[in-house]
Nanobody, 128 residues
Framework: HVQLQASGGGLVQPGCSLRLSCAAS????????MGWFRQAPGKEREFVAA????????GLGDSVKGRFSISRDRDRNMMSLQMNSLKPEDTAVYFC?????????????????????WGQGTEVTVSS
């Protein structure tokens, strides 16, 4: 099993930056894809970003391209989501997730069902 702990959320003003972190523990060596999703009140969970376990490939949701980036610190078993130029519509609970049950095609990285383990979520509010 893999345990994930997301942190770094908070209240920020529009245009500001925030960095989310996700600490992984357990059988982290068996991962294939790691990702970030978000869920705003009354909406479905939305894909934000994903990265292959090796770090060689990344993907971003259309709404965050050019503003967000995903990275990983393999030595510390952590992954991060750097969020720049935040907008009020970025307000949501952000979840980190890992897929550990085999490879999946790149086009499936944005699917909630592709991930086996989820963190508890960290809340981000963008408001003036």
């Amino acid at each position: 099993h893999v345990q994930l702990q997301a942190s770094g959320g908070g209240l920020v003003q529009p245009g500001c930056s925030l960095r989310l972190s996700c600490a992984a523990s357990g059988r982290t060596a068996s991962g294939y894809v790691m990702g970030w999703f978000r869920q705003a009140p009354g909406k479905e969970r939305e894909f934000v970003a994903a990265m292959s376990w090796s770090g060689g490939s990344t993907g971003l949701g259309d709404s965050v391209k050019g503003r967000f980036s995903i990275s990983r610190d393999r030595d510390r078993n952590m992954m991060s989501l750097q969020m720049n130029s935040l907008k009020p519509e970025d307000t949501a609970v952000y979840f980190c997730a890992v897929r550990s049950t085999g490879r999946v095609v790149f086009s499936a990285w944005s699917s909630v069902g592709s991930y086996d383990y989820w963190g508890q979520g960290t809340e981000v509010t963008v408001s003036s």
